[in-house]
């Protein structure tokens, strides 16, 4: 019995009281368990970030297709209602006309600045109310130079010109002259 007794003290010693086969099944069961967790967190911060790439990118097509159809309403009231002085080429619009309160009204309903600019890029009616004085200031020329050929949507400050970033849409105002039509 005494035999006994010494063979399982030195055994029990060897393993410091814990059998090889627990501290096998542990050890793989803990790497098991890390190696799932991380290929969770690395799949749930993947999908997180294509998620936001695909909301972002719905997100800026929605308010391009937006801001360019509502700048096409306001272009196509300006055209058919204001007053254009060829020989100064430029359109008169007062704010308390039909057109001005058409247009400012325009910019309350969508929630957007309204600016119309000259071929200069000086802006000669804004629907701001915000103060900010956009008369001493003037339009980078690749915004005219695009809107002229058609269309022009950036997001940005337009080299300066706003002071926050903000999403642009710009459309050409057409006027018909005697002359054929032109470009305001």
């Given amino acids: 019995m005494k035999q006994k007794a010494n063979q399982a003290k030195q055994s029990s010693a060897a393993y410091q009281g814990k059998a090889p086969h627990f501290r096998l099944r542990r050890s793989l069961f803990q790497k098991y368990l890390i190696f799932g967790i991380v290929i969770l967190l690395t799949s749930f911060i993947a999908l997180s970030v294509t998620m936001f790439i695909f909301i972002n990118r719905y997100w800026e097509a929605e308010k391009r297709t937006s801001l360019v159809d509502n700048a096409k309403r306001v272009a196509d009231v300006i055209e058919s209602s204001s007053t254009y002085l060829p020989a100064a080429h430029m359109l008169i619009i007062d704010k308390e006309s039909p057109v001005g309160l058409t247009v400012v009204n325009m910019s309350e309903i969508i929630d957007a600045d ?20 956009y008369a001493s200031k003037t339009l980078p020329s690749y915004v005219l130079a695009a809107t002229t050929k058609g269309e022009f949507f950036e997001a940005g400050t337009l080299e300066g010109y706003f002071a926050q970033t903000r999403y642009t849409a710009g459309v050409p105002i057409v006027a018909s002259d005697d002359n054929g039509d032109t470009i305001l």
């Fill in 114 to 133: 309204i600016l119309i600019v000259d071929n200069k890029g000086k802006c000669a009616y804004c629907s701001a109310k915000d103060g900010v004085d």
